[in-house]
């Protein structure tokens, strides 16, 4: 594991790297979640080069000093932690620093991290050959049932994203409970935040601004955020290609590794410098 230093927190990350010539792919997972859920893209880092990043405030990163949050991502009070713009910015600032430090041009995001990757697509000025898109959407809206227990009942709330076909199709139990363990681990507040900043999210009239070839990837059984958001980005962002995992949900690039990492490749090799 290494760490970048920026904006006075550091922020952890993983490379992979056997030998693979193709551009470096900066992965960047979603909601409660950590880097943990890329790592069985290490697989092809014979073929691109692979980062995968802790936003702050999850796993192995320093959190962002805030109402709520102290400085290592632990709930801390009633207060709440902020979110929309102010919370995207901060991660848009961990993914720009991972990638001049790993000279990443491709971004790749699940859910949230979506949602990051093109807001740093818009908003820094990052060189980029590519952006995938991955299980996320031009707006993030978060249901209210959700939005509640995220309040009120966490452990609610992960039985809710753990129903049939949100976060999972058929994954193996194990699987399941990897992905309860480190929500709980990643912790009520910071979660929260992170789906609250979702919801805020809303980029549907500037996708005609993104300038670079993207690939807008989900499973086919995926209800958090269904095949037609994917639908919706190919057809508004010019240069725009869309795949479908099949046999999984939300989390496709765990819960069906081959199948995504074939089409991160192909994307990849499209799009090589």
């Not at 900066?26 to 909601?31: A, E, I, P, T």
């Not at 699940?110 to 990051?116: E, F, I, K, R």
């Not at 939005?147 to 809710?160: N, P």
């Amino acid at each position: 594991m290494e760490r970048v230093t920026h904006d006075g927190r550091d922020t952890a990350y993983r490379v992979s790297d056997r030998g693979g010539d193709g551009p470096t792919v900066c992965l960047v997972h979603g909601s409660g979640g950590s880097k943990d859920v890329w790592k069985a893209q290490a697989r092809a880092s014979d073929r691109f080069p692979v980062v995968a990043l802790d936003l702050s405030g999850h796993g192995d990163s320093d959190g962002i000093d805030s109402d709520g949050i102290d400085s290592d991502g632990i709930d801390s009070g009633d207060a709440g932690a902020p979110a929309g713009p102010e919370t995207l910015d901060a991660y848009a600032d961990d993914v720009v620093a991972v990638a001049e430090a790993t000279g990443a041009t491709v971004l790749c995001g699940n859910s949230l991290g979506g949602a990051v990757a093109l807001w740093v697509a818009l908003e820094r000025d990052l060189a980029l050959d590519g952006l995938v898109l991955a299980g996320t959407g031009a707006k993030l809206a978060v249901d209210e049932p959700l939005r509640d227990a995220l309040a009120t009942d966490f452990d609610r709330a992960i039985d809710l994203l753990h129903e049939p076909d949100r976060l999972f199709h058929d994954a193996p139990p194990e699987y399941v409970e990897l992905s309860r363990a480190g929500m709980r681990a990643c912790g009520r507040a910071v979660t929260e935040c992170d789906f609250r900043t979702c919801h805020a999210f809303d980029v549907r009239d500037r996708l005609d601004e993104i300038g670079v070839p993207s690939l807008a990837v989900v499973g086919e059984h995926d209800s958090l955020t269904p095949v037609a958001y994917h639908e919706y980005l190919a057809d508004r962002i010019e240069n725009c290609e869309r795949a479908t995992v099949e046999g999984a949900a939300h989390l496709a690039m765990l819960e069906r590794p081959a199948a995504f990492n074939a089409a991160l490749a192909t994307f990849c090799s499209r799009v090589s410098p």
